[in-house]
């Protein structure tokens, strides 16, 4: 039998604070569903609470998991996403976007407390287990980045014997410190250093954040922890049987995905199409940006208020559902990722999957995440290439329809390589400590 397996949900534990689900959510609740269903040992959920940290069983964690999908909206239609209501009014008139996005900046604090209250009654109230009482030898698996809370992983140092396995999905504000505020400088050192003293293996979402490990961060220490690379695969969001928003079969617009943040270079594309619309005029396309703000997203909005011309031309969506968001890429011109840096890209592969071509930054990850997929690659920092490239989908209506078969990567596949892994390095454990 298999040993147990605690997986930290803390990221999906903290989920009502937010309209929607970040990537990293994303990938917490399909690690979730996955051991939770399908692991043939006993799993248990690891999160913080008023007394510490605990763990659950699987019966408590489901039911949290299903009512976080529906404070998040995970199942609704996109004719009842009012962020999808507005955002399609904007892509089908002549009217102004919406300055500020098409969603409140944070969710109400009265709303965030209704929506734990929901979790919580959904789940019963329970103490739990205290988490350094766990079995021997049994797996703790953290894939949601919050390492630097030193005190929800501290009780790993007494615990040598539990095989603490972290996913580093990237180090950005270390190797591009000028796009990160100081705090988030601070919190990804405390992840490092954090890593290097717990850590007993590693997951990473592309070969481009394991060479960041190597050659920049913990040259050292990485050397003797066993690390796994394994690129992200599709949503089952994305997958899932669907049909295109057939009042968009005429619209001309792309669409940007991922958070407002200042390393994703949205700046870049409000320069393209500040351009586009001095050449183009009224014949210009539209510019979706979906995605909420962050701490590094006011040069954006500043640049949209202070450029008329491109209001009725750029709206920034925030609060989009998963199938809201799918339905929008679906019918888009290209996606497009002027990332100046990136652990991954899942945009990339969503798009891909839904048969829509992609423009984006030539960046190592984003090779990896493309690969076998139409993209193009553009410097991310040459407006005038990605404004050429941009119009090429206007001159060569062709464009879009030249597609290669890309097969995109399934869950299934992806956890058969995790699992492989966690057996591997809990064997290797075992054996050294007898």
Sequence with gaps: MRSILAIDLTCLALGPLSWTPRGIDRVELAYAWHFLNHWPGECVVVIPTLWGMRYFD??????????????????????DDVSYGRTKSFILTDGAASRSGSAPRAKPTWQQARDFFHMLRATGLAFGKP????????????????????????????????????????????????????????????????????????????????????????????????????????????????????EFSHADYFIACGAIDAHKNHILLLQVWKELVARHGDRTPKLVIAGFRSVTSRPIFDFIAGHPAIHKKVIISSGLSTPALRRLIMSAQALLMPSIAEGFGLPIIEALAQGVPVLASDIPAMREAGAGGNVTYLPATDATEWRSAIEAFGKNPQVRGELCQYVPKQWNEYFSGIETFLMEVQANQLQKNQ
């Design 58 to 79: 699987r019966s408590r964690a489901v039911r949290g998991l299903l009512a976080l999908e529906e404070i998040w909206r995970e199942k609704i239609s996109p004719e």
């Design 131 to 246: 988490v350094h009482s766990l079995p021997k030898n049994a797996i703790y698996l953290n894939v949601g980045q919050l390492l630097f809370l030193r005190p929800f992983i501290s009780w790993l140092a007494r615990r040598p014997d539990i095989l603490s396995v972290f996913m580093i999905h990237d180090l950005l504000p270390l190797e591009y410190p000028d796009h990160h505020v100081s705090l988030g400088i601070k919190l990804h050192r405390s992840i490092v250093r954090n890593t290097a003293e717990l850590a007993g293996a590693l997951i990473v979402p592309s070969g481009a954040v394991r060479t960041s490990l190597l050659n920049r961060l913990l040259p050292s220490r990485l050397a003797t922890i066993p690390t796994h690379v394994e690129l992200l695969p599709v949503s089952p969001a994305f997958l899932q049987p669907a049909k295109k928003d057939p």
